[in-house]
T-cell receptor, first 114, second 111 residues
């Protein structure tokens, strides 16, 4: 298994631009999580899905952030418009929904908003 | 909600020594406690976990202990090696719910 696949690995954009991060979970996993990692705030859970349905989006910082999971093998996290304070590493993770334990993380997307 | 505190934030040991990282949690409903290792440029990777019905678990040089009454759990690494150098995160999870992570410990093992 290739593990959780995220793209792009690096994204540099200008303030005000739309950014879309992509994630392919491990086949068979039916829970998907989006985390943001910064030096100041550590690992923050933004949103998670069970069976493609958003369960908890209380971590989404504001309306500029949105996430979708149109099917079991794909999810996107969109920031529109982006701001410099959104600069961080964004991780996607997947697991089995029954327990939501044993998270498997992707390699992350390093986002820089100039 | 759940609050997880992790100490120390940085830890430096000599190769061959032991390293101990401690975490406390607040939600008594939490029943699953994983530890993740994050190497530079990579995502966190699960290295060991423990459930609330177990007090201790060991896997080669790594062990985790849990004191449910005191709501704290610890990671123990024995005979440390330079490749153990990384950031370690503890987490606490409620049944079929989300995991809350500690702030991480940067472990440096000096050869």
């Amino acid at each position: 298994d290739a593990g959780v696949i995220q793209s792009p690995r690096h994204e540099v954009t200008e303030m005000g631009q739309e950014v879309t991060l992509r994630c392919k979970p491990i086949s068979g996993h039916n829970s998907l999580f989006w985390y943001r990692q910064t030096m100041m705030r550590g690992l923050e859970l933004l949103i998670y899905f069970n069976n493609n349905v958003p369960i908890d989006d209380s971590g989404m910082p504001e309306d500029r952030f949105s996430a979708k999971m149109p099917n079991a093998s794909f999810s996107t996290l969109k920031i529109q418009p982006s701001e410099p304070r959104d600069s961080a590493v964004y991780f996607c993770a997947s697991s089995f929904a029954a327990t939501n334990e044993k998270l498997f993380f992707g390699s992350g997307t390093q986002l820089s908003v100039l | 909600g759940e609050n997880v505190e992790q100490h120390p934030s940085t830890l430096s040991v000599q190769e061959g020594d032991s390293a101990v990282i401690k975490c406390t949690y607040s939600d008594s409903a939490s029943n699953y406690f994983p530890w993740y290792k994050q190497e530079l440029g990579k995502g966190p990777q699960l290295i060991i976990d423990i459930r609330s019905n177990v007090g201790e678990k060991k896997d080669q040089r790594i062990a985790v202990t849990l004191n449910k009454t005191a709501k704290h759990f610890s990671l123990h690494i024995t005979e440390t090696q330079p490749e153990d150098s990384a950031v370690y995160f503890c987490a606490a999870s409620i049944p079929a719910g989300k995991s809350t992570f500690g702030d991480g410990t940067t472990l440096t093992v000096k050869p």
